[in-house]
T-cell receptor, first 113, second 113 residues
Framework: DGGITQSPKYLFRKEGQNVTLSCEQNLNHDAMYWYRQDPGQGLRLIYYSQIVNDFQKGDIAEGYSVSREKKESFPLTVTSAQKNPTAFYLC????????????FGQGTRLTVV | AQRVTQPEKLLSVFKGAPVELKCNYSYSGSPELFWYVQYSRQRLQLLLRHISRESIKGFTADLNKGETSFHLKKPFAQEEDSAMYYCALSPPSVSGGYNKLIFGAGTRLAVHP
């Protein structure tokens, strides 16, 4: 079954701990993205990657880190430096070219307790 | 600055009524524009893109460069149209790479019987 998979669906973290969110795709897409979704604010871009071993900061990268060691995988680490990490996180991927459709995962809801 | 504005957080209509979800953008060049939709308990997915000039599920969107708007319209709303709608802008990449998406805050459409 082709698509983009995020895990886990729900994640709880103690304040001060780092946590990593998984994102895997088998669509053979070159580009992958991480967004944060907060009520009333839409989706805000955290990081994106256009190719393996390369990634760029989005609008709200502070307190987050990523890696892109494989084309299929783009994990996001929420570090203890992120001041307000409780949110819904969405991963997406897209293929080359202009006007390409972005495919989204089902999201991970992170709660800091 | 690149920005997408959706002025209405909630749009509530009765079945059969016309619907217009507003989207305004700020961008100095010629971006590509999209509408994404998120139905309850489903993934965020592409509804339509302006370059295709298509009608999907009865929805159309016209790009007005003079007013920098890309409003989404449907002449007769159906209950199954109830969802969260996001307008998105994709700026051309100077490096020739892939385009990131900049989203608006979203409008929740509620269609009542």
């Amino acid at each position: 079954d082709g698509g983009i998979t995020q895990s886990p669906k729900y994640l709880f973290r103690k304040e001060g701990q780092n946590v990593t969110l998984s994102c895997e795709q088998n669509l053979n897409h070159d580009a992958m993205y991480w967004y944060r979704q907060d009520p009333g604010q839409g989706l805000r871009l955290i990081y994106y990657s256009q190719i393996v071993n390369d990634f760029q900061k989005g609008d709200i990268a502070e307190g987050y880190s990523v890696s892109r060691e494989k084309k299929e995988s783009f994990p996001l680490t929420v570090t203890s430096a992120q001041k307000n990490p409780t949110a819904f996180y969405l991963c997406a991927s897209s293929s080359r070219g202009l006007n390409t459709e972005a495919f989204f995962g089902q999201g991970t809801r992170l709660t800091v307790v | 600055a690149q920005r997408v504005t959706q002025p209405e957080k909630l749009l509530s209509v009765f079945k059969g009524a016309p619907v217009e979800l507003k989207c305004n953008y700020s961008y100095s060049g010629s971006p590509e524009l999209f509408w994404y939709v998120q139905y309850s308990r489903q993934r965020l997915q592409l509804l339509l893109r302006h370059i295709s000039r298509e009608s999907i599920k009865g929805f159309t969107a016209d790009l007005n460069k003079g007013e920098t708007s890309f409003h989404l319209k449907k002449p007769f709303a159906q209950e199954e149209d109830s969802a969260m709608y996001y307008c998105a802008l994709s700026p051309p990449s100077v490096s020739g790479g892939y385009n990131k998406l900049i989203f608006g805050a979203g409008t929740r459409l509620a269609v009542h019987p």
